[in-house]
């Protein structure tokens, strides 16, 4: 794909994502244009300090207001969607806001991408969206399915539109990591469980997917990294080796594993090789898209407890940067 033509918007562009990204392309990839939009005027204002490229736009506009989107959205022929309400105990106390955000801003996204004639539109998801238990979880699933049948709309000429699912993210804000490092301060740790595992990976290898599924996506994919799981026991003892431990108990809306694909999913889920393509059930799916992939096992599932490849102390230690 020629990057060069292409002029890329990123909702919720000034988060720990978005500017990665944003860095990402200017550097590798060299866009006609890159439009940050966000709601706020403060962080666009501290990036634009860092990032002021004579190729950078900054668009203050809410996902919740369509006719914002459609206005920011002229002329541009990629969308990356990562604007979202993402703390699950801020989404459990104001449901309404999170459903707002979550869901019909993902509806006015799509609507807006459908009348402007973009090309591709990737939404970030979450592990939490599979199997959700917390109102997050399940805003995020609401997300991909309008993102996956959105498709139906445009066939076959139009906007393709798919997701990428993955795990916890190290260095993004709300990250664990930095609450270790903050209460190693003060010589107790707090974890809600020991046997706690969690999927991991880095900003970097985050911005890395979204940039090659957009590059290969057709439209439906829920796209889903393979990446290392983690237990919370370790990562204590990577990040806080002389610390006390003390145990608070499971939060509410938390699971004590995450699920990247479930076993109904599997059932329709590809193996492309450094991931895994969750196809969309519509007769405009093409089997002839991922010839060389294979198809998962009867009852397969990839969760953090089940996965094969983990992260020992060191590799924590290495990834977290210390």
Known sequence: MDWSTKSVL????????????????LAEKHPRRIIVFSRDELKQHEM???????TMRYFIGDVRDKDRLDRAFDGVDIVVHAAALKQVPACEYNPIEAIMTNVMGARNIIDAALDRGVQKVLA???????????????????????????????????????????????????????????QR???QVTITHQDMTRFWITL???????????EMMYGGEVFVPKIPSMNIMDLAKAIA????IS????????????????????????????????KAEHEWWSEDWYPEATVLEDDYSYTSKNNPEWLDIDALRKMAGE
């Open 185 to 187: 301060e003060t010589g």
């Open 204 to 214: 970097d290898q985050g911005v890395e997917f979204v940039t090659s599924s957009i």
């Open 247 to 278: 145990y608070t108990g499971i939060r509410s809306g938390e699971k004590l594993h995450e699920v990247l694909i479930s076993e109904d999913e599997a059932r329709h889920t590809l193996d492309v090789g450094d991931r895994f393509v969750v």
């Open 48 to 54: 634009r300090q860092q990032i002021n490229h004579d």
């Open 241 to 244: 080796p002389e610390a006390d």
């Open 124 to 182: 970030l998801s979450t592990d939490k969206a599979v199997n959700p238990i917390n109102l997050y979880g399940a805003t995020k699933l609401c997300a991909e399915k309008l993102f996956v049948h959105a498709n139906a709309y445009s066939r076959a000429d139009g906007t393709q539109f798919s997701n990428v699912r993955y795990g916890n993210v190290i260095g993004s804000r709300g990250s664990v990591i930095p609450l270790f490092k903050k």
């Open 10 to 25: 990123v909702t919720g562009g000034t988060g720990s994502f978005g500017k990665k990204f944003v860095a990402k392309l």
